[in-house]
């Protein structure tokens, strides 16, 4: 399984995700994360999942529907990366996705099923890597990253979006 990501193996702002992950085999830490996300998922009402804490900010459902998109592009950016595409990857704009991807008429369970099927999509494809595709490297939004460094990145990132909702929407 992939070691931890070095840096210079991706660009500086994503330290805050990867810097989140806890030490051992980034695929089971992936795995473990179902449990966390779908556990909170069941425990709130849609009011509570529609509520924002501040009036410029994501909604529970826009987070969830945010971390579904985000880990879309990521993983994809994976396997381009892994096997061995060097075409140069776009970057894209988070708030532009959530803005008019309408999260907020999802129910729970429709947001649950997305990042279900995304995140087993995830596990599936770094299941079937082969050690060498890991240290693969290409450019996504202009700058150099990893294979290992996106597995990484899609961990650390949904680690960074639970932490918020706990610390400003579940006080």
Same mark, same amino acid.
């Given at each position: 399984? @992939?070691? *931890? @990501?070095?840096?210079?193996?991706? !660009?500086? #702002? #994503?330290?805050?995700?990867?810097?989140?992950?806890?030490?051992?085999? =980034?695929?089971? %830490?992936?795995?473990?994360?179902?449990?966390?996300?779908?556990? &909170? /998922?069941?425990?709130?009402?849609?009011?509570?999942?529609?509520? $924002?804490?501040? @009036? !410029? $900010?994501?909604?529970?459902?826009? =987070?969830?529907?945010?971390?579904?998109?985000?880990? %879309?592009? +990521?993983?994809?950016? /994976?396997? *381009?990366?892994?096997?061995? !595409?060097?075409? @140069?990857?776009?970057?894209? !704009?988070?708030?532009?996705? =959530? $803005?008019?991807?309408?999260?907020?008429?999802?129910?729970?369970?429709? &947001?649950?099923?997305? #990042?279900?099927?995304? %995140?087993?999509?995830?596990?599936? /494809?770094?299941?079937? +890597?082969?050690?060498?595709?890991?240290? %693969?490297?290409?450019?996504?939004?202009?700058? *150099?990253?990893?294979? *290992?460094?996106?597995?990484?990145?899609?961990?650390?990132?949904?680690?960074?979006?639970?932490?918020?909702?706990?610390?400003?929407? /579940? $006080?």
């Amino acid at each position: 399984m @992939p070691e *931890r @990501p070095l840096i210079g193996e991706y !660009d500086i #702002y #994503y330290e805050k995700y990867i810097g989140l992950v806890s030490e051992g085999n =980034v695929i089971e %830490r992936l795995k473990e994360q179902i449990l966390v996300s779908v556990n &909170l /998922l069941d425990t709130l009402t849609e009011t509570q999942a529609n509520h $924002k804490y501040a @009036p !410029d $900010k994501w909604s529970i459902k826009q =987070v969830f529907g945010h971390l579904a998109d985000t880990e %879309r592009i +990521m993983s994809y950016r /994976l396997l *381009r990366i892994a096997r061995g !595409d060097a075409t @140069p990857l776009a970057g894209y !704009d988070d708030e532009a996705y =959530v $803005k008019s991807a309408s999260f907020a008429t999802h129910s729970i369970q429709q &947001l649950q099923a997305d #990042y279900l099927a995304v %995140r087993h999509a995830t596990i599936s /494809l770094c299941n079937g +890597m082969e050690e060498s595709a890991w240290l %693969r490297e290409g450019i996504a939004n202009s700058s *150099r990253v990893t294979a *290992r460094a996106l597995a990484y990145i899609i961990a650390g990132h949904e680690i960074h979006h639970l932490n918020i909702i706990q610390e400003r929407y /579940l $006080k």
